[in-house]
């Protein structure tokens, strides 16, 4: 079904806070205010925003490091104000400052993500027996990097929810490197999604500056699984416009990332391209589009200043969410 011209501008908007979010916590990082560390998604936007957008809100979402899921949590409906206020170590953060950037939201169907690569897959293949055992109709949507496609997980977590018909979606955001490694170097196919192949698994390939190509690609695969058809590979090809974290070397191996490389994928900037399309399609208005960017600014600005003014955690609930004391 086509989306509709509110919810084209829906899309629009979420890419356009995702971006004014990961800029405000790359600048409150490099102004000190806080010292947490910050693996940026600029770049990459279209992505979360085109594979979360209209999900159900009991859909569950695991998403990895790139831009710590905030385009994924804007798009699910999760706590902006809790997701910088979490990076700034706050008692007000979405896990109460005691998980650094690993942001979770049970609540919203936000499974986070963890500082292991390739962790995700068996988790969310747990996820998805659970989807299926509750036969409700829920999905269950894994986002990981071209770099933890090579983990073994992956091929056992893709083999088994095939054989069980698990409904599961893998989205690949393959941006190219995995930290400072080109796939070329690591990976020995041009195309992630080959490796649905072997598990009977269908799969896209799509422009991952493209917003709509995105959200219709997983989309497509969101169907299939609630129609009990298993599971589908979908991946986004992308790129990240920053170094893999603040403070690292913007490098591919040990020279610096080719400059004409980098200057060919900023001109395909996601948000750029998506505001040209609403323009000349007249979805939108340039007021209506320049509002939408003054107020996702202001809801930056403001979630900072709710951080900064939030309480530091109490040192004596320390212990209350350990597993074993």
């Known amino acids: 079904m086509p989306l509709t011209s509110s919810q084209m501008k829906t899309l629009y908007a979420n890419m356009v806070r995702a971006r004014r979010f990961d800029e405000k916590i790359v600048q409150g990082i490099a102004d000190g205010k806080t010292v947490s560390f910050f693996h940026s998604g600029l770049g990459e ?3 979360g925003v085109g594979g979360c957008a209209f999900l159900r809100p009991d859909d569950y979402v695991w998403f990895h490091h790139r831009g710590h899921g ?73 986002f990981f990097g071209d770099g933890a496609s090579n983990r073994g997980t992956l091929h056992e977590a893709m083999n088994m929810a095939s ?58 695969a969101v169907e299939r699984a609630r129609a009990g058809e298993g599971p589908s590979l979908v991946e986004c090809k992308t790129y990240r416009f920053r170094a893999h974290s603040e403070g690292a070397p913007d490098v591919s191996h040990f020279e610096l990332r080719p400059p004409d490389e980098v200057e060919a ?23 209506e589009l320049d509002r939408i960017d003054a107020d996702a600014a202001e809801e930056a ?18 212990q209350e969410m350990l597993y074993a004391r």
């Open 70 to 142: 905030i385009a994924h949590i804007l798009s699910k409906g999760g706590s902006p104000q809790g997701f910088v206020a979490e990076h700034f170590g706050k008692a007000t953060g979405a896990c109460n400052g005691m998980a650094g950037f690993h942001y979770v939201d049970p609540e919203h169907g936000l499974l986070g993500f963890s500082g292991t690569i390739g962790s995700a897959f068996p988790v969310s293949l747990g996820w998805g027996v659970a989807a299926k055992m509750g036969n409700r109709g829920q999905v269950v949507v894994c």
């Open 265 to 287: 994928w900023k001109k395909r900037d996601p948000l750029l391209l998506f505001r040209e399309r609403l323009l000349q399609e007249e979805i939108a208005t340039v007021g």
């Open 163 to 220: 054989v069980m018909k698990l409904p599961i979606v893998w989205v690949c955001e393959n941006n190219l490197y995995a930290q400072f490694m080109p796939l070329k170097d690591a990976f020995a196919s041009e195309d992630i999604a080959s490796l649905a192949i072997p598990y009977g698994m269908p799969s896209k390939i799509v422009d991952g500056q493209d917003v709509v190509a995105v959200h219709e690609a997983v989309q497509w």
């Open 301 to 318: 600005d403001a979630a900072e200043r709710f951080a900064i003014e939030s309480p530091q955690p109490d040192p004596s609930v320390l």
């Open 45 to 47: 936007e279209a992505v």
